[in-house]
């Protein structure tokens, strides 16, 4: 098989996007309160820094989390930038029946019960619905 036959037979290999995430953003109203409250949930410090008076990556295992006014993508309207109605992404938990608890406990907007034994879903302050998952 010649290059070209090569290439047309498997076209994810001549990409030069790669197949890996490095951080997930989700967008907030008010920075240092997401920070905050995102902190709590996974048990950080709360001193990650915020740059550029919009962005603070957390501190994560695997793909990255940044919370985001996003300025240019809507963070300037007066409802700021829209909420993620799907979860588009799962935290990941050993003990889903102490996280549920654990959310409970913090008052945590909860947004169905566990499903399965296997996930449920919360909202944070600025609306955005996140999964948490039996790892």
Same mark, same amino acid.
């Given at each position: ?32 309160? #997401?920070?905050?409250? $995102?902190?709590?949930?996974? !048990? ?5 820094? @915020?740059?550029?008076? +919009? ?42 029946? #102490?996280?549920?608890? $654990?959310?409970?406990?913090? !008052? ?5 019960? @566990?499903?399965?034994? +296997? ?17």
């Amino acid at each position: 098989m010649n290059e070209q036959e090569q290439q047309a037979a498997s076209p994810a290999a001549a990409s030069p996007i790669k197949n890996k995430i490095g951080s997930v953003f989700i967008p907030v109203s008010d920075i240092e309160k #997401a920070r905050d409250w $995102y902190c709590s949930l996974l !048990g950080l410090t709360t001193d990650c820094e @915020i740059m550029n008076g +919009h962005l603070c990556p957390l501190p994560m295992d695997g793909a990255g989390v940044i919370l985001d006014t996003m300025p240019m993508w809507g963070g300037k309207e007066p409802g700021g930038a829209p909420a993620i109605q799907t979860p588009a992404f799962m935290f990941l938990t050993n003990d889903l029946a #102490a996280s549920y608890a $654990y959310a409970q406990e913090k !008052g945590i907007e909860i947004v169905t019960d @566990i499903q399965f034994d +296997h996930w449920f879903v919360i909202k944070d302050p600025d609306q955005n619905k996140l999964m948490i998952c039996r790892e």
